[in-house]
């Protein structure tokens, strides 16, 4: 049996993470291919597994989900791989996609087609279990095979008991109804470790900065293990057809906290940031949805325009994670959020209605 401690609160807490977290995200998605069924298997660790090209043939099949110890591996803790090939279908061009891994047992990193694309839960020597967190992954396009074969490699580590991909939704997912940006600005952006309030300038040198991939988490683009400050920066031109109507920027999901600046104005935050990195705390900003309005006369039109976004992870994931990340007008943001908005969309409103 897990032990665990402070039962009211952590039943309180999950309670409220399964009615306005996972269920609520998976209402709001529609399955676009089951990838249930038979997996290849392998106990052990290799970091060439992750490889679209391993030879797997002498792998064993086993089903996903349920534990490896039902299914001929009785009593194994430790490493294992999971391997799946699947077709992507063309039809999903334009769909925001996510891959859903259910609960794996302890923790786990997914690639696909190589390209690592998320983890839950810390491999050792660092462990964290996250046994009890369904796993549902942003899936860029850009790491897909749209017009052949694709694969999906997972590394587990279980500390004990039931180990592997044990239960949930497997497979890949659409959002119903997107919020998607008038002008995305999802692609190449450049990330720095560290801090220094100077990177907020728009005419900071950033060349030699190290690029990466936004949406994502920036441990999947050489940040690996890293908690800590970061800043990133990208430069764009906006289209013309704005240059009359109120805009905003959407930046996505960001884990954990962070100060947005346009042209070294700053026109949105998300958290509460302090002199020493120690003092600094996190809630739920992680799954908060970045849209900032951008003031009258912010945007340059028919020039270069510079977004630099500070973001500060207290621990595990961490960077701007999960989008869109883009321009989108008012007119088409309010009409998203009038459709999408829940009453319940913070843990003290349902508080608050149960106790009225």
């Known amino acids: 049996m897990r032990i665990r401690t ?9 309670a409220l993470g399964t009615v306005l977290g996972v269920e609520a995200k998976s209402q709001d998605q529609t399955m676009l291919l089951d990838l249930r069924g038979k997996w290849r298997f392998e106990i052990g660790d290799d970091p060439a597994r992750a490889n679209p090209s391993f030879n797997d043939a002498s792998w064993v099949d086993i089903s996903v989900p349920s534990p490896w110890e039902d299914q001929g591996f009785p009593g194994y803790d430790g490493f294992a791989w999971y391997r799946k090939h699947f077709t992507a279908d063309p039809q999903w061009e334009g769909k925001v996609l996510y891959l ?27 462990y964290a279990t996250a046994y009890d967190v369904d796993r549902n992954y942003p899936l860029p396009h850009w790491c897909l095979n749209m017009h ?3 694969v999906i490699a997972v590394r587990v580590y279980d500390n004990g008991l039931a180990g592997g ?10 959002e119903k109804d997107p919020l ?12 720095m470790k560290g801090d220094n309030a100077a990177w907020k300038d728009p005419e900071v040198n950033d060349a030699g900065w190290p690029v990466a991939a936004v949406p994502a988490f920036w441990e999947t683009q050489g940040l690996k293990d890293y908690d800590g400050f970061g800043w990133y920066r990208f430069h764009f031109q906006p289209s013309n057809a704005f240059q009359d109507t109120r805009m905003i920027l959407l930046m ?3 884990d954990d906290i962070d100060e947005t600046y346009l042209n070294g104005e700053r026109i949105g935050r ?10 600094i705390s996190v809630n739920n900003e992680y799954s908060e949805l970045r849209a900032y309005t951008i003031p009258a006369n912010c945007l340059k039109f028919g020039a270069d325009n510079v977004i630099a976004v500070r973001v500060f992870d207290k621990v595990m994931q961490g960077g701007i994670y999960d989008g869109p990340v883009g321009l989108i007008t008012r007119d088409d943001y309010v009409r998203w959020e009038k459709h999408h908005k829940h009453f319940f969309g913070k843990p003290w409103d349902l508080l608050k209605e149960m106790f009225r």
């Open 6 to 14: 402070h039962i009211v609160t952590l039943l309180c807490a999950g």
């Open 100 to 126: 859903s891994m259910g609960k794996i047992d302890d923790a786990d990193e997914v690639y696909v087609n190589g390209h690592f694309i998320g983890f839950y839960g810390l491999l050792p020597p660092n």
């Open 165 to 174: 991909i044990v239960q949930g939704k497997i497979g890949i997912c659409a």
């Open 180 to 191: 998607l940006a008038s002008q995305s600005l999802a692609g190449n952006w450049k990330l």
């Open 148 to 150: 052949g074969d694709n």
């Open 270 to 279: 998300t958290g509460t940031f302090s002199t020493r990195p120690e003092w």
């Open 252 to 254: 996505g999901k960001i």
